[in-house]
């Protein structure tokens, strides 16, 4: 997990969660201020007592690393490929499934202010855009209904349902599955005294999202798992808004319907990029865990590195039972003990003087440790494909990618190489206004390897870049590439 700026996160393994309260002496403080804010608010009981797991955790003394001596690593996990066999009950479980997008993030690193779905990536389309047209394609094609709904946050709703209404037939052709339910919100924490942050100027910034594993706890809040399971959709698909990847694939649908599993996480092998991220393990037991960098002991960082032995990492594409996860949230009393999130900010994510705060999150993707018998399954690295800096942004706009029938993101079939390796100087480019001056056409990438540019450059229109391209503004004035140029290989440019 890494870390930026004022950021620092840290994970409360599941076993922190098992008994409400820290087995310490240690007196743990009030929940009373914290739970008044929440019922002041309006939050529901359900949201309250699952706050109060994360309240107990952040003040809970146990070690919260993972040892590489208490865990298996995974040599091999069932693909993709070897799901085909489920292909036709897939398709016919079409009709009952329903796809969920999580769409709560602005795209503040790359200097968005509004829900980062909303950003064109390809084709003049946005990722609303795409995901819209990919669900009005699946309904024509297949002839079945399958919702479309959108987990937004308050910053995120009004922009993405006004984005929405260009689509007026998505809502009408759902009934009464609405398009989109609304994240809950937790109170900000006083880092010192963890009673509820306050602010008299901004009160806006004394709240936050409780993390993407708010999703369990919506579903039952809303009572859309209950409307989902009435109108006879027992499955459902999730990934992230700003993953094109993630697209409904009738074989792991129909491996989830016909073995009757909870949860299906779908997995990708970790390249050197990904090697300081979270991974797949198995607990003793033989159940699947999630391990993050921060709770990994220090000693062991190098191994928990090696992508040989820890292979897998999760993409964030889950498969739910939706019955099933009814009994199991039941038996519960409605909380997945879910491992919490402590991110360590200031109350102004902008000010580092500001008061510092403590955040409690969770992730849905942990439900992979609380729910018996999930399962996680090998995919191609194709199903991952978000957008995370101007880097991905200018891979995708390019031509090493097409926009299908079924308005799919797909390989150029005319590209031979590899996955491109884009590096810009984050000096010029890290924001989407920056960098949409300097790039405002994307250059032929289709036949480049590898594309590094450093300093501030501009590209003209219609540019190509072949095999392995390097550009480095020595000067300090803007360079700007002319039109219809070629470029090849490492290239010190002065204007």
């Not at 498969?319 to 099933?324: E, G």
Request: hydrophobic share 40%; with cysteine.
């Amino acid at each position: 997990m890494r870390r930026s700026g004022r950021l620092q996160q840290t994970l409360i393994p599941l076993r922190s969660l098992v008994t409400l309260f820290p087995m310490n002496d240690k007196q743990l403080p009030d929940y009373a201020p914290v739970r008044d804010r929440l019922q002041q608010d309006g939050a529901p009981d359900l949201l309250i007592r699952q706050f109060e797991r994360a309240f107990a955790a952040l003040h809970d003394e146990s070690p919260a690393t993972i040892s590489g001596r208490e865990i298996e690593s995974i040599d091999r996990l069932p693909t993709l490929d070897e799901l085909q066999e489920h292909n036709v009950a897939g398709e016919q479980a079409m009709g009952q499934t329903v796809m969920i997008k999580l769409n709560g993030g602005l795209g503040t690193s790359m200097g968005l202010d509004r829900a980062k779905s909303l950003l064109k990536v390809k084709d003049g389309l946005s990722f609303l855009d795409i995901i819209a047209r990919q669900i009005l394609h699946i309904r024509e094609a297949q002839q079945v209904q399958t919702p479309l709904i959108f987990m937004n946050s308050f910053s995120t709703r009004d922009d993405t349902l006004a984005a929405l209404a260009a689509y007026p037939s998505l809502a009408a052709d759902q009934g009464e599955i609405p398009l989109d339910f609304l994240q809950h919100r937790v109170p900000k924490l006083n880092a010192t005294t963890s009673e509820p942050a306050q602010s008299d100027t901004h009160p806006e910034l004394t709240w936050c999202p409780p993390g993407h594993g708010d999703l369990y706890t919506c579903l039952q809040t809303t009572g859309l798992l209950e409307q989902l399971l009435e109108a006879g959709f027992t499955y459902a698909f999730v990934s992230n808004a700003d993953n094109l990847g993630a697209v409904l694939d009738p074989a792991i649908l129909g491996y989830l319907a016909e073995q009757q599993i909870p949860f299906i996480m779908e997995a990708t092998r970790r390249t050197t990029a990904d090697r300081k991220g979270g991974h797949l393990a198995r607990a003793q037991d033989g159940s699947f865990l999630l391990r993050e960098s921060a709770q990994c002991p220090a000693n062991e960082k190098d191994e928990f590195q090696n992508i040989e032995r820890y292979r897998f990492f999760n993409t964030n594409n889950l498969w739910l039972n939706l019955r099933l996860l009814r009994e199991q949230l039941s038996q519960l009393d409605g909380v997945l003990p879910l491992p919490v999130l402590i991110n360590r900010k200031t109350l102004a994510p902008r000010d580092p003087a500001s008061t510092p705060v403590v955040q409690l999150e969770t992730a849905m993707g942990s439900a992979l440790s609380a729910l018996p018998d999930a399962r996680a399954i090998d995919v191609p690295r194709t199903r991952f494909a978000p957008v995370k800096t101007t880097d991905d942004l200018l891979a995708l706009r390019s031509d090493c990618f097409q926009v299908n029938e079924a308005c799919h993101i797909v390989a150029n079939p005319a590209r031979s190489l590899p996955a491109i390796d884009i590096q810009l100087d984050s000096k010029y480019y890290k924001l989407i206004d920056a960098f949409e001056q300097r790039i405002p056409t994307p250059p032929s990438l289709v036949n480049c390897k590898s594309l590094r540019v450093e300093g501030d450059i501009h590209f003209g229109a219609e540019i190509t870049c072949r095999d392995e391209v390097t550009l480095i503004a020595t000067g300090s004035a803007p360079v700007h590439l002319p039109e219809q140029s070629e470029w090849k290989g490492r290239q010190e440019l002065v204007e």
